[in-house]
């Protein structure tokens, strides 16, 4: 089945600093999402991406489909301490397609 | 709050007990999911729901056994597991089955 490669698996970065993280596939996707799941939480929805190129911004966060419609990246751009969590991205093949694929996660910790 | 809500939010269980997980959802939606989340693994799709009717049953074992007796509501039942279905179970809900899914806060389980 479908896998996308996430990274990287984890940062450590101070406050104050931006963060990247992308997301990769062997298959296009039409649909790409970005989550954050906080401790003892489920998933909760950032951004969503309908479009190749498409560049989507949600506050401090910005999203983009990759051209290749293969990829996907984060940026965080001034990170803050309720930044911490686990990021996932997920894609969907086709639309009308029900099923999801997610990445396995990025965990973001922000060192004092 | 996403408007999803699962019971319990944790639960141990024996190998030979039977339990219930239970997830509402209080947003109109008509697809509803169940998710397994382990350890450093992507989310695994496990049911699909929509219209209250199953849609995908991504290879779960028999002793996971779902219910939808309305579009708002969805259990999971559980019997005779073992400790490697210890995990995260995460329920979502989406408008249509192809649509932006939203996630409760999860059932933490834990098998002896």
């Known amino acids: 089945g479908q896998q996308l490669n996430q990274s990287p698996q984890s940062m450590f970065i101070q406050e104050g600093e931006d963060v990247s993280m992308n997301c990769t596939s062997s298959s296009i996707f039409n649909t790409w999402l970005w989550y954050k799941q906080d401790p003892g939480e489920g998933p909760v929805l950032l951004i969503a991406?309908?479009?190749?190129?498409e560049l989507t911004s949600n506050g401090r966060l910005t999203a983009q489909f990759g051209i290749t419609r293969k990829d996907s990246f984060l940026n965080i751009s001034a990170s803050i301490p309720s930044d911490v969590g686990i990021y996932f991205c997920?894609?969907?093949?086709?639309?009308?397609?029900?099923?999801?694929?997610f990445g396995t996660g990025t965990r973001l910790t922000i060192i004092p | 709050e996403t408007g999803v809500t699962q019971t319990p939010r944790h639960l141990v269980m024996g190998m030979t007990n039977k339990k219930s997980l239970k997830c509402e959802q209080h947003?109109?939606?008509?697809?509803m999911y169940w998710y397994k989340q382990s350890a450093k693994k992507p989310l695994e799709l496990m049911f699909v729901y929509n219209f209250k009717e199953q849609t995908e049953n991504n290879s779960v074992p028999s002793r996971f056994s779902p219910e939808c007796p309305n579009s708002s509501h969805l259990f999971l039942h559980l019997h005779t597991l073992q400790p490697e279905d210890s995990a995260l179970y995460l329920c979502?809900?989406?408008?249509?089955?192809?649509?932006?899914?939203?996630f409760g806060a999860g059932t933490r389980l834990s098998v002896l």
């Open positions: 947003l109109g939606h008509n697809a």
């Open positions: 979502a809900s989406s408008q249509e089955a192809s649509h932006i899914q939203y």
């Open positions: 997920a894609g969907r093949t086709n639309f009308g397609n029900e099923k999801l694929t």
């Open positions: 991406l309908y479009k190749a190129g």
